[in-house]
Protein backbone atom coordinates (compact mmCIF):
# COMPACT_ATOMS: atom_id res chain seq x y z
CA UNK A 1 0.00 0.00 0.00
CA UNK A 2 1.50 3.43 -0.53
CA UNK A 3 -0.22 6.53 0.82
CA UNK A 4 1.21 10.05 -0.76
CA UNK A 5 0.26 13.13 0.04
CA UNK A 6 0.31 16.66 -1.56
CA UNK A 7 -0.92 20.45 -1.10
CA UNK A 8 1.16 21.51 1.66
CA UNK A 9 3.01 25.07 1.52
CA UNK A 10 3.20 28.54 3.35
CA UNK A 11 0.29 30.43 4.09
CA UNK A 12 -0.39 33.54 5.96
CA UNK A 13 -2.74 33.57 8.93
CA UNK A 14 -6.58 33.44 7.52
CA UNK A 15 -5.34 32.16 4.52
CA UNK A 16 -6.48 28.32 2.97
CA UNK A 17 -5.02 25.58 1.82
CA UNK A 18 -6.09 21.87 0.51
CA UNK A 19 -4.13 18.94 0.87
CA UNK A 20 -4.53 15.73 -1.14
CA UNK A 21 -4.19 12.28 -0.09
CA UNK A 22 -3.59 9.04 -2.80
CA UNK A 23 -3.89 5.57 -1.50
CA UNK A 24 -3.18 2.46 -3.72
CA UNK A 25 -2.89 -0.80 -3.29
CA UNK A 26 -5.83 -1.71 -1.51
CA UNK A 27 -9.18 -1.36 -2.30
CA UNK A 28 -9.94 2.13 -1.21
CA UNK A 29 -13.37 2.09 -0.51
CA UNK A 30 -13.50 -0.05 2.60
CA UNK A 31 -10.81 1.72 4.60
CA UNK A 32 -11.44 4.60 6.79
CA UNK A 33 -8.84 7.65 6.15
CA UNK A 34 -7.30 10.02 8.44
CA UNK A 35 -5.21 12.98 9.00
CA UNK A 36 -2.90 13.49 11.43
CA UNK A 37 -0.27 16.45 12.38
CA UNK A 38 3.11 16.58 14.05
CA UNK A 39 4.52 19.95 15.20
CA UNK A 40 8.08 19.99 16.55
CA UNK A 41 8.60 19.01 20.00
CA UNK A 42 5.15 17.64 20.30
CA UNK A 43 3.36 14.14 19.70
CA UNK A 44 1.66 13.40 16.75
CA UNK A 45 -2.13 14.20 16.82
CA UNK A 46 -5.04 13.35 14.95
CA UNK A 47 -6.72 16.45 12.96
CA UNK A 48 -9.95 14.40 11.13
CA UNK A 49 -11.26 11.32 9.77
CA UNK A 50 -13.36 9.74 7.95
CA UNK A 51 -15.41 6.39 7.45
CA UNK A 52 -14.75 4.18 4.24
CA UNK A 53 -18.42 5.90 2.56
CA UNK A 54 -17.48 9.01 3.50
CA UNK A 55 -20.65 9.26 5.65
CA UNK A 56 -19.43 9.58 9.36
CA UNK A 57 -16.26 12.43 10.07
CA UNK A 58 -14.40 13.20 12.75
CA UNK A 59 -12.62 16.42 13.68
CA UNK A 60 -10.33 17.79 16.67
CA UNK A 61 -11.62 20.76 18.40
CA UNK A 62 -9.05 22.72 17.25
CA UNK A 63 -10.04 22.60 13.71
CA UNK A 64 -14.02 21.92 14.14
CA UNK A 65 -15.37 24.75 11.97
CA UNK A 66 -12.19 25.71 9.74
CA UNK A 67 -11.27 22.20 8.46
CA UNK A 68 -13.06 19.68 5.95
CA UNK A 69 -12.51 16.45 5.46
CA UNK A 70 -13.72 14.76 2.23
CA UNK A 71 -13.35 11.59 -0.08
CA UNK A 72 -13.77 10.48 -4.04
CA UNK A 73 -13.44 6.95 -3.62
CA UNK A 74 -13.66 6.76 -7.52
CA UNK A 75 -9.94 8.29 -7.34
CA UNK A 76 -9.03 6.45 -4.31
CA UNK A 77 -8.31 10.32 -2.47
CA UNK A 78 -8.65 11.64 0.64
CA UNK A 79 -8.69 15.95 0.87
CA UNK A 80 -8.63 18.15 3.74
CA UNK A 81 -9.70 21.76 3.34
CA UNK A 82 -8.30 23.92 5.64
CA UNK A 83 -9.79 27.95 6.31
CA UNK A 84 -8.70 29.86 8.66
CA UNK A 85 -5.94 28.72 9.03
CA UNK A 86 -3.69 30.07 12.41
CA UNK A 87 0.42 29.92 12.64
CA UNK A 88 -0.62 27.09 15.39
CA UNK A 89 -1.31 25.22 12.56
CA UNK A 90 1.93 24.67 11.57
CA UNK A 91 3.10 21.63 11.12
CA UNK A 92 3.93 18.56 9.48
CA UNK A 93 0.67 16.70 8.27
CA UNK A 94 -0.12 13.31 7.76
CA UNK A 95 -2.17 11.32 5.53
CA UNK A 96 -3.38 7.30 7.18
CA UNK A 97 -5.05 4.57 6.33
CA UNK A 98 -7.09 2.34 8.39
CA UNK A 99 -7.35 -1.26 7.95
CA UNK A 100 -10.89 -1.20 8.85
CA UNK A 101 -14.40 0.88 7.80
CA UNK A 102 -15.35 2.60 10.67
CA UNK A 103 -13.35 5.71 12.20
CA UNK A 104 -10.02 5.54 14.08
CA UNK A 105 -8.86 8.25 16.17
CA UNK A 106 -5.61 7.63 17.23
CA UNK A 107 -1.98 6.72 14.98
CA UNK A 108 -2.33 3.73 16.27
CA UNK A 109 -5.70 2.71 15.11
CA UNK A 110 -3.95 3.25 11.37
CA UNK A 111 -2.17 1.07 9.36
CA UNK A 112 -0.45 3.06 6.45
CA UNK A 113 1.01 6.56 6.37
CA UNK A 114 2.18 8.91 4.10
CA UNK A 115 5.84 10.46 4.20
CA UNK A 116 4.12 13.59 5.44
CA UNK A 117 3.79 17.65 4.03
CA UNK A 118 4.98 20.68 5.70
CA UNK A 119 2.02 23.12 6.60
CA UNK A 120 3.51 26.89 7.96
CA UNK A 121 1.53 29.31 8.69
CA UNK A 122 3.32 32.80 8.93
CA UNK A 123 1.31 35.21 11.70
Known amino acids: VQVVESGGGLVQAGGSLRLSCAAS????????MGWFRQAPGKEREIVTAINSSGGSTHYADSVKGRFTISRVNAKNTVYLQMNSLKPEDTAVYYC?????????????????WGQGTQVTVSS
Open 25 to 32: GRTFSGYA
Open 96 to 112: ALRLAGGLGFAPTDYNY
